[in-house]
């Protein structure tokens, strides 16, 4: 998944970003209000981790303020324009009528601080199936996707692909028979600084059907639409 990080304590958001990367999601991080203003309004995302005590911040590249802002605000901002990304809300603030604001602004989940990395995500996992209606395994033909281990596997055996193919597979697989296009593709693998373009995404697409050969699952371009993950006809799984 690509993930949005918005928390202004350095220390915190540096163990959350190893974390989640090294759990093999693309990260991007934010430390006030404008900053994450700015990425999700730019940058699609498959979830947003949003404390709520922020400092206010600049404009993208200024040195933030002294002062405080509330980061329902960031969330109030994206429900406004129609944004449904799921939010799961990180913040020291437990009280009750303080939870109820924050899912009355639109927030999916919410989790008092200290937490548990772990317990993130699992709730990113539940956040993803009820967003995607996808469940923890995925499977056509030989081709598994087991979301909670993060791994791949064909014929029983664990699939090695690169971290860009499986981005791409895990995005196709999520779920399989989704019509993905490339803009959506591009988007989430994309940097700030580098964008994905369309050749360099056909190469993955490419080197992924070479690698499905025989499995009973294809990866089939929809002209003008994009690409899905279907049984290839005659293999394990197709009807």
Known sequence: MRILVVEDDDVLRGVMLRSLTDAGHRVDAAASVAEAHH??????????????????????GGALTSAT???????????????????????????????????DAGADDYLGKPF??????????????????????AAVGALVLDRRARRF????????LP???????????????RVVSK????????????????????AFISRLRKKLQGSGAGIRTLRGLGYMVEPEAGGPGAP
Do not use: C, Y
């Not at 129609?82 to 913040?91: C, H, M, S, Y």
């Not at 596997?153 to 090695?160: D, I």
């Open 116 to 137: 548990d990395l772990a317990e993130v995500e699992a709730r990113l996992r539940a956040l993803a199936r009820r967003t995607l209606g996808a469940d923890d395994r």
């Open 39 to 60: 990425f999700w309004s730019v940058q699609p995302f498959d979830a947003v981790l949003l404390d709520l005590n922020l400092p206010q911040g600049g404009p993208p």
């Open 183 to 202: 803009r959506t593709l591009s988007d989430k693998l994309s940097d700030f600084d580098e964008a994905l373009g369309d050749n360099a995404l056909e």
């Open 163 to 177: 971290a860009r193919e499986f981005e791409v597979l895990w995005e196709l697989m999520t779920p399989p028979g």
């Open 69 to 103: 802002a509330s980061g329902l605000t960031v969330l109030r901002a994206a429900r406004a324009r129609g944004d449904r990304t799921p939010v799961l809300v990180l913040t020291a603030r437990d009280r009750t009528e303080e939870r109820i604001a924050g899912l």
């Open 153 to 160: 596997t064909l014929h029983g055996a664990p699939a090695e």
